[in-house]
């Protein structure tokens, strides 16, 4: 499995941007896929998921402002991020896994494949 985060630049406050996650598998509907990020000295954090039901999962830091959605034609995720925030700013990576549960959707340890990430940055 590979993926290839994209997408990330230099937003404003209260800006936009679209980051897609093009995964290199077969079966992709089956796969839940999830993006997490990473800030300069803190630890990866869930940001958002979307299972084989296109059912999707939030992080309440991001509730009501990032959606997460898939596209199994082109084997890819997107998540767009609305009202960017300075604590937005990070490295985000999507990850991609077959037989995680539920419950373990926002822990990085349950994923085994991941992509390169690409960087966020919200500043004036």
């Known amino acids: 499995v590979q993926l290839q985060a994209s997408g990330g630049g230099l937003v404003q406050p209260g800006g936009s941007l679209r980051l897609s996650c093009a995964a290199s598998v077969d079966s992709f509907r089956a796969y839940v896929i999830a993006w997490f990020r990473q800030a300069p000295g803190k630890e990866r954090e869930f940001v958002s998921a979307i299972n084989r039901d296109r059912r999707s999962f939030n992080a309440d830091s991001v509730k009501g402002r990032f959606t997460i959605s898939r596209d199994t034609a082109k084997n890819t995720v997107y998540l767009q991020m609305n009202s960017l925030k300075p604590e937005d700013t990070a490295v985000y990576y999507c990850?991609?896994?077959?037989?995680?549960?539920?419950?373990?959707?926002?822990?990085?340890?349950?994923?085994?494949?991941w992509g390169r990430g690409t960087l966020v940055t919200v500043s004036s």
């Open positions: 990850a991609a896994d077959r037989q995680i549960i539920m419950s373990s959707y926002s822990r990085p340890d349950a994923y085994d494949h």
